[in-house]
């Protein structure tokens, strides 16, 4: 029996969860809330950007006002709570909302997707990037590993953020190190990470293809002091 993903990554009894990066944030989203709310969890969902109006799964709350998402909170159904629709578009909540959230209602996990990447694997943030609420108590920072076989300019976000980073060119292909380079930099996948927040990595996206490369870079990340964990998820649990 495959271990659930929340308990790799180690959440605890109640989590304000903010998910960053690129290469499946969406779906590790999903992924939770359902482990969450199938063991009787009640769980919030929300993003601190925009999402595509097709990711977001029913019910809705319009509201921010704590008051208003409790009386809509219900145990072992996920609530996703948003501010406003257009252009295929939804829009979230700023970062101290969703404290308030978190602060406020009984919900026992809120996760927030708090990163953009335009559906790429590899990023590194801009300036205004990522938009974490300041309560988090977990983020998770994730890479595709089918980063790790292409060259960058087919599926990195902000190529030349990277390459401020790294040295590397849009041709290029990272190695493990070159990944955990951008990844564990306090301007790249640890950009504004709260003091206090468990840091967990997830490498998705992973095949036969990318295995080893995963792994590798998985290991390597799991030295670090700022990490707690680093996991896999494998491309059948991946599909944004």
């Known amino acids: 029996m495959t271990t659930p993903l929340s308990e790799r990554l180690g959440l605890q009894p109640r989590e304000l969860v903010a998910i960053v990066g690129a290469g499946g944030k969406t779906t590790i989203m999903g992924i939770l809330a359902e482990e969450l709310s199938s063991v009787g969890a009640s769980v919030i969902l929300t993003t601190t950007t925009k999402m595509g109006a097709d990711q977001v799964t029913e019910p809705v709350c319009w509201s921010s006002d704590p ?16 501010s406003g629709e257009a252009g295929g578009k939804v829009t979230g909540l700023q970062p101290d909302a ?11 996990y809120v996760i927030v997707e708090a990163d953009g990447a335009r559906s790429m694997s590899i990023k590194a943030p801009a300036a205004h990037e990522p938009v974490i609420p300041r309560l988090s108590t977990t983020v998770i920072v994730v890479m595709g590993a089918d980063a790790l076989v292409c ?5 990195a976000h902000r190529v030349d953020r990277i390459s401020a980073l790294t040295g590397l060119s849009g041709e290029d292909v990272p190695t493990p190190d070159a990944a955990a380079q951008i ?5 790249g996948g640890l950009k504004d990470i709260p003091e206090g927040a468990r840091v967990e990595m997830a490498i998705s ?11 590798a870079l998985a290991s390597i990340l799991g030295k670090s002091p700022r990490v707690d ?12």
């Open 67 to 82: 008051h208003a998402v409790e009386e809509m909170l219900v145990r072992g159904v996920p609530l996703s709570v948003l």
């Open 98 to 108: 969703v404290d308030r959230l978190f602060d406020a209602t009984a919900a026992d």
């Open 151 to 155: 060259p960058l300019g087919t599926v």
């Open 183 to 187: 990844l564990l930099h306090p301007n």
């Open 205 to 215: 996206k992973v095949t036969s293809e990318n295995e080893t490369s995963a792994r």
């Open 229 to 240: 964990r680093s996991v896999l998820v494998w491309s059948f649990s991946v599909t944004r």
